[in-house]
T-cell receptor, first 112, second 112 residues
C-alpha cells in the first residue's frame, strides 16, 4: 500500500458542487501539503500544515479550504467548484528535519 | 516572490548521451535543493538532493550547486529511454517555515 494515499483518484463534477479530496499517510510525518498541478505551470502550493493545530495558506489558497483532522489526515475542500479548478491535485508529506517531500498518487479533478 | 526557473524544454537527447538540466533561483538564502522526476500522469519522485556547493553523484545522476551564481543543475549520464520524463527543480529557503518552491519542469525525451 502507498505511504501517502489520496481519494478519490479521479472525480468529475459540475460547477457549484462541493468537493472534498482526502489524504492519509502512514509515514508518521508531521507536515502535510496540498499542491495543484496544471500543464506548463508546475506545482503550486495551496495549503500546508505543520501539525494538527497549524494551517497555513500557500500561493493559491483562494477558493479552497483544508482540515487537518489528525496527524495522518489532511483534506482539501472546494466549497463551490468552478471549471478553472480542473487540475491534478497532489498531497505530500515531509519530515521536519529531512525536507524531502513524499507525494501521493494524485487526484484528477474535472469541473464541468 | 521567490522564483525558480528551469531551462525551457522539451529537451531531446539520443540514448547514451548526457542530458543536462538547469535551474536558477531568486532567493539568495536558499539552503536545500532537490530534483524530482515525474512520469506522465504520475506523482513526482525525488531523485537527488543537494545542500552544499559542488557536485553530488548518485549512479548516473550528478547534481551540481553553485550558490554564488544561484544555479543548480542535474546531469544524467548514459541516458536511457526510461529517463524520459519531466524533471522538476525544487528549492527551499530553510528555516522553520519549510516549504518548497518548484520550477515549471523540463520535459526530457531520450530517443532510442
Amino acid at each position: 500500500d502507498a505511504d501517502v494515499t489520496q481519494t478519490p483518484r479521479n472525480r468529475i463534477t459540475k460547477t457549484g458542487k462541493r468537493i472534498m479530496l482526502e489524504c492519509s499517510q502512514t509515514k508518521g510525518h508531521d507536515r502535510m501539503y496540498w499542491y495543484r498541478q496544471d500543464p506548463g505551470l508546475g506545482l503550486q502550493l495551496i495549503y500546508y500544515s505543520f501539525d494538527v493545530k497549524d494551517i497555513n495558506k500557500g500561493e493559491i489558497s483562494d477558493g479552497y479550504s483544508v482540515s487537518r483532522q489528525a496527524q495522518a489526515k489532511f483534506s482539501l475542500s472546494l466549497e463551490s467548484a468552478i471549471p478553472n479548478q480542473t487540475a491534478l491535485y497532489f498531497c505530500a508529506t515531509s519530515d521536519k528535519s529531512a525536507g524531502e517531500l513524499f507525494f501521493g498518487e494524485g487526484s484528477r479533478l474535472t469541473v464541468l | 516572490q521567490k522564483e525558480v526557473e528551469q531551462n525551457s524544454g522539451p529537451l531531446s537527447v539520443p540514448e547514451g548521451a548526457i542530458a543536462s538540466l538547469n535551474c536558477t533561483y531568486s532567493d539568495r538564502v536558499s539552503q536545500s535543493f532537490f530534483w524530482y522526476r515525474q512520469y506522465s500522469g504520475k506523482s513526482p519522485e525525488l531523485i537527488m538532493s543537494i545542500y552544499s556547493n559542488g557536485d553530488k553523484e548518485d549512479g548516473r545522476f550528478t547534481a551540481q550547486l553553485n550558490k554564488a551564481s544561484q544555479y543548480v543543475s542535474l546531469l544524467i549520464r548514459d541516458s536511457q529511454p526510461s529517463d524520459s520524463a519531466t524533471y522538476l527543480c525544487a528549492v527551499n529557503s530553510g528555516g522553520s517555515n519549510y516549504k518548497l518552491t518548484f520550477g515549471k519542469g523540463t520535459l526530457l525525451t531520450v530517443n532510442p
